[in-house]
């Protein structure tokens, strides 16, 4: 005979529920299934006991596992397969012949070896926790300053509750914390002017890593930004900080120039030249020597490396984002064209290149894609690459300029990358025009 304390040794029921109880014919192999099923039920309704209401179970195949049960759910025999809804007032009447106190509850615990309800306890607690944090967020929001740069709203809360940040708060070990300091560094943020990421990470966080790439105060001060919609979610990090009045280093990045030169700088026509973000808010351009003077811009050094070694007497004229433009230099760029610079600008053949391109079209209406239609994407393809990488075709953005473009990526599912057209590029910078 299976017995238990008054008060359930092993924390299983509680109540006295399975003190003296004949627990051995009802936890047999074949009556399993039956327990395992209002386990689940009371995980899920957190009714540990589960004396009254009803419950719906499922039929195993096997006769034996049905049979075993049969006393305890009636007379009428279960099909295989049957869904059948049972009055636990009566399933508890039957138990009761094996123990007095016994509840359908505590057969369940004891044949799953544990507490019930603990799922819906656990919902219960993360409920209080999200409401928390909810209701602190909001407090610390209305602590602001009115010029804030941003403010996190209700709305916003439902944004973030949406793409899981809410759930990342939560597995922080200091939510709340995370939540105050977050609200610190949108107190910083400047409602003009800019501000250097380290020094505000500092300022914030006491840490001037605070807010580098990866850390949570970083994704949710950026997820924050996203939900109130001063950025988007799929924002290169750099640009997103900078919409937020944030330079990630005022030293670093920027624009590589190579023979085109800010008005009054005097520098070697081949001399790369970098343009770090502190120069380019003031950076003004000359007027170009003629009409129809065209200056190239690239994603990648290695073409800005290629067109070092042409010969000394071209003129070459190329800027270098370096990767992926921010609007600050796309802004730069643009006060090139209003000088009255042609631009023609192109990219890798990747997600990333596309939009690298589409956003100078933007910033730059007067600009030109250079060699990024369809034939020079099919033409960029290696013909036998080591280990091939696909193309994230998810997030390929149309290429209005070329819809054809957009379409023979999708169906080739690889990406291109500028170097393949290395020698068709410098004699385009050669000639001095795309």
């Not at 804030?148 to 200091?174: F, I, K, M, Y």
């Not at 996203?226 to 670093?252: C, E, F, I, N, Q």
Request: with cysteine; hydrophobic share 40%; aromatic share 4%.
């Amino acid at each position: 005979m299976s017995t238990a304390g008054p008060d359930c040794p092993q924390q299983w029921c509680t109540g006295g529920a399975c003190d003296g109880a004949r627990l051995d014919s009802l936890l047999t192999e074949e009556a399993r299934w039956l327990w395992e099923q209002l386990a689940a039920r009371a995980d899920r309704s957190g009714e540990p006991s589960m004396t009254g209401g009803t419950a719906v179970i499922t039929a195993p195949a096997a006769s034996t596992q049905r049979a075993a049960v049969l006393g305890l759910l009636g007379s009428r025999p279960l099909a295989p397969g049957e869904r059948r809804r049972i009055r636990l007032e009566e399933l508890t009447l039957r138990l009761r012949q094996h123990g007095e106190r016994l509840t359908p509850g505590a057969v369940a615990a004891h044949a799953a070896g544990r507490a019930l309800g603990s799922t819906a306890a656990e919902r219960a607690r993360q409920i209080a926790r999200t409401t928390g944090l909810r209701k602190l967020r909001a407090r610390l929001a209305g602590a602001l300053p009115k010029n804030a740069r941003l403010r996190p709203s209700e709305e916003a809360w439902q944004e973030l509750h949406r793409t899981g940040r809410v759930a990342r708060v939560l597995q922080h070990p200091q939510p709340e914390q995370l939540l105050k300091t977050a609200a610190e560094v949108l107190r910083l943020l400047p409602p003009q002017g800019r501000v250097d990421r380290r020094l505000l990470a500092f300022k914030a966080a006491g840490d001037p890593h605070g807010l580098d790439a990866g850390t949570d105060l970083a994704g949710l001060v950026l997820a924050e930004a996203a939900a109130a919609g001063l950025t988007t979610s799929g924002m290169p990090p750099r640009t997103a900080w900078g919409a937020l009045g944030v330079d990630l280093d005022r030293l670093g990045g920027g624009l590589l120039s190579l023979g085109v030169h800010p008005d009054g700088w005097l520098v070697p026509a081949r001399f790369p030249l970098p343009l770090p973000p502190a120069t380019l808010a003031d950076v003004s351009w000359p007027a170009p020597p003629h009409e129809g003077s065209w200056v190239f811009v690239t994603e990648n050094p290695s073409v800005t490396t290629a067109a070092l070694e042409l010969d000394p007497a071209v003129p070459v004229r190329l800027l270098c984002t370096v990767g992926t433009p921010s609007a600050m230099e796309l802004d730069t760029v643009a006060r090139l064209a209003d000088s009255g610079w042609n631009i023609a600008v192109r990219a890798d053949f990747d997600a990333s290149g596309i939009q690298h391109v589409r956003a100078a079209l933007r910033a730059v209406p007067r600009a030109r894609p250079w060699r990024m239609n369809a034939d020079d994407y099919v033409r960029s393809l290696h013909p036998t690459p080591f280990q091939p990488t696909a193309l994230d075709t998810e997030r390929l953005p149309e290429t209005g300029w070329d819809p054809a473009l957009h379409t023979a990526m999708r169906a080739q599912g690889r990406p291109a990358y500028e170097e393949a057209l290395l020698d068709d590029l410098l004699n385009d910078i050669r000639r001095g025009h795309p």
